[in-house]
């Protein structure tokens, strides 16, 4: 249960070399098996995941993103994605961020979340508690099992200080960030492990402190208020 075959990542790998309809045609069978292969590991995970956290997506399937690339406004025009990502909304308005898994073969595989793309109210909350005080937040990052597991924050940032912030403040490097991202990269041997599921599992988990802390920055005013 919820466990990735070697034949689904080298059903991912061929499809990216013939990435066109024709093909995958042909193939539907063996995607529609691959395809409910992905269901089954997130059902298996969203259920882990509910033991130690509060998620609203219903179920597995609906956290699994269509394979079928909108190719609208992009130069590729290939028509299918190459790798298998989805994701779980934490529920209710007082629990913030949000998980991503994403397998994709050659080793870009990896387990995320956070806040990809915080409106402008959130993201102001979120740079005034740091400009009052980031020492919470720097604890966080900086922790042993955060470092280990995550590495450092990522998310793209300004190049010059955000509007209405001293661009000579202590925690500037935390106030250019747009993104507040995190994440954790797996080989194609470790997403084939018996075992994969509980490490993904275990990633997001260690997410939480982060999580929390940005949680309580949302939902509360600049006097530490509850908002709702």
Do not use: C
Request: avoid cysteine; glycine fraction near 8%.
């Amino acid at each position: 249960m919820g466990h990735i075959s070697n034949g689904n990542l080298n059903f991912l790998k061929a499809l990216g070399a013939n990435n066109d309809r024709e093909w995958f045609a042909e193939n539907k069978s063996e995607y529609q098996k691959h395809h409910e292969s992905m269901v089954s590991f997130a059902e298996e995970l969203l259920r882990m995941m509910n033991q130690h956290d509060n998620i609203e997506t219903l179920n597995g399937k609906k956290s699994l993103k269509r394979i079928y690339r909108d190719v609208r406004f992009s130069k590729d025009k290939s028509p299918y994605k190459t790798h298998w990502g989805g994701g779980f909304k934490r529920a209710t308005k007082l629990l913030r961020g949000g998980y991503y898994y994403h397998i994709q073969p050659n080793g870009k595989s990896f387990i995320g979340g956070g806040f990809w793309a915080p409106n402008k109210e959130d993201l102001l909350r979120i740079r005034e508690d740091i400009a009052s005080d980031a020492s919470e937040l720097r604890e966080i990052i900086t922790s042993p099992e955060f470092v280990d597991s995550f590495g450092q924050l990522q998310g793209d940032k300004l190049k010059s200080s955000p509007k209405g912030f001293d661009k000579e403040h202590p925690d500037i490097d935390l106030l250019r960030y747009k993104q507040f991202v995190v994440g954790k990269d797996f080989t194609d041997e470790e997403v084939l492990a018996d075992d994969f599921i509980e490490k993904a599992n275990d990633t997001f988990k260690k997410m939480r402190p982060f999580f929390d802390y940005m949680s309580d920055v949302l939902t509360t005013d600049s006097n530490g208020s509850p908002l709702y």
